[in-house]
């Protein structure tokens, strides 16, 4: 089985040495590539590096991810240009988006960190456009808002991806229609996860792309513990399960796509 984890986040194991034991074990169950997404300033030339030095099994992303963003956001904002020259150059522009789900209990700090959230995600959209490259898209209770801040940004929905897709087979659609994609990760596999079951089977094969979002959703048969790419293969079994597909098919594509969206 050939997979390819679209999006993870290996700081961690990275800083704490674990990095090779780490890689190997998900190369040992046929993981061939990972994607390492950024989410702010002190993560990107970590990733730079381990791609530098993984070449052909790493590609990194840089972006400013919506729970990151605080007063001053504009001043990391503006050092992602730069890294786009540098190689290898990023693969895409991400992990960004809105998140009203961890804003704070107070109302009006909340408002406040609503409206850096989406200046910085209006900025960022910018700059994938300016660049051309391909956007990772973080939508946590304001799918709506991600959705028209795309279609205003002029962005190429081609160069879309939704990841850690939670809402349901309408909204799968939605990004369908536009011609942009979801990616699903090991949440399809819990119990009550119906709706995005559902919005996987919507979207079918032709555009899916699966993650493990290591360290964070490890599938069910791991709950509890640390993810990694190595768990990948669960989540390949549970979309085929759902789709009715054999499960190599189900990896050979997805990883196709991972491929051809990340540039690999």
């Keep these: 089985m050939r997979l390819l984890d679209s999006h993870c986040h290996p700081a961690s194991v ?9 890689s190997q074990e998900a190369k040992n169950v046929g993981v ?22 993984n070449p ?7 972006g400013l991810h919506p729970c990151h963003v605080t007063e001053g956001w504009e001043d990391t904002v503006a050092a992602m240009s730069p890294f786009f020259a540098d190689h290898p150059a990023p693969a895409a522009l991400g992990e960004i988006g809105l998140d009203y789900y961890r804003l704070p ?16 995600f209006r900025r960022q959209l910018s700059l994938a456009y300016q660049l051309g490259c391909p956007v990772v898209i973080h939508s946590r209770h304001a799918f709506g808002d991600c959705v028209q801040y795309i279609d205003e940004s002029g962005v190429d929905w081609r160069k879309v991806v ?13 990004i369908n229609q536009r011609s942009g994609r979801a990616s699903f ?11 995005i079951c559902a919005a996987l089977k919507a979207q079918g094969l032709a555009r899916l792309m699966l993650e493990t979002d290591a360290p964070y959703l490890a599938p069910n048969t791991k709950r509890g513990q640390e ?15 759902i789709l ?18 990340f540039g690999f």
Excluded: M
């Design 185 to 195: 990760t090991g949440i399809i596999t819990y119990q009550k996860s119906a709706d």
């Design 14 to 22: 990275i800083r704490s040495g674990k990095w090779n034991a780490w």
């Design 105 to 120: 209990s107070d109302e009006e700090e909340a408002e406040q960190v609503k409206q850096w959230q989406q200046a910085a």
């Design 227 to 241: 993810n990694t790419p190595a768990y990948l293969p669960e989540i390949a079994q549970k979309a085929a399960e």
């Design 56 to 62: 052909g099994f790493v590609k990194h992303t840089i």
């Design 162 to 174: 939704f990841h850690c897709f939670v809402e349901g087979p309408d909204a799968v659609r939605e």
């Design 244 to 261: 009715g597909l054999p499960t190599d098919e189900i990896a050979e594509v997805a990883t196709r796509n991972a491929r051809h969206f």
């Design 32 to 53: 061939e590539g990972i994607v390492a997404i950024g989410t702010d300033l002190d993560d990107w030339a970590l990733y730079r590096q381990c791609a530098e030095e």
